[in-house]
């Protein structure tokens, strides 16, 4: 599975942004999609993620600022993110999980700059 990332980029303090992701199949057939971020120095997090059934979960500094859609049937996803902070500056990236044969199989996309300035 191949995914195929777009959007990042520079705003300053209390601007918006918005990524969006596309799989390279499509037809139900990922589990879990999401996005996670690596700031610099730091570990990758985890953003957001969507669940098969909609079940969508957020980090505790995602919740009320960002929101994540997905077509599961086209193996799409966003994220909107609104009142961005010199914080979230990190590279976004976008998470696919695939189930084959009772093991998960993880695919990154390529990564893309968010700067936040003060």
């Known amino acids: 599975v191949q995914l195929q990332a777009s959007g990042g980029g520079l705003v300053q303090t209390g601007g918006s942004l918005k990524h969006s992701c596309a799989a390279s199949e499509i037809g139900f057939s990922l589990d879990v999609m999401g996005w996670y971020r690596q700031a610099p120095g730091k570990e990758r997090e985890l953003v957001a993620r969507?669940?098969?059934?909609?079940?969508?979960y957020y980090a505790d500094f995602a919740e009320g600022r960002f929101t994540l859609s997905r077509d599961v049937e086209k193996n799409t996803i966003s994220l909107q993110m609104i009142s961005l902070k010199p914080e979230d500056t990190a590279v976004y990236y976008c998470n696919a999980r695939k189930i084959i044969l009772g093991s998960g199989y993880n695919y990154w996309g390529q990564g893309t700059q968010v700067t936040v300035s003060s």
């Open positions: 969507s669940s098969a059934d909609g079940i969508i």
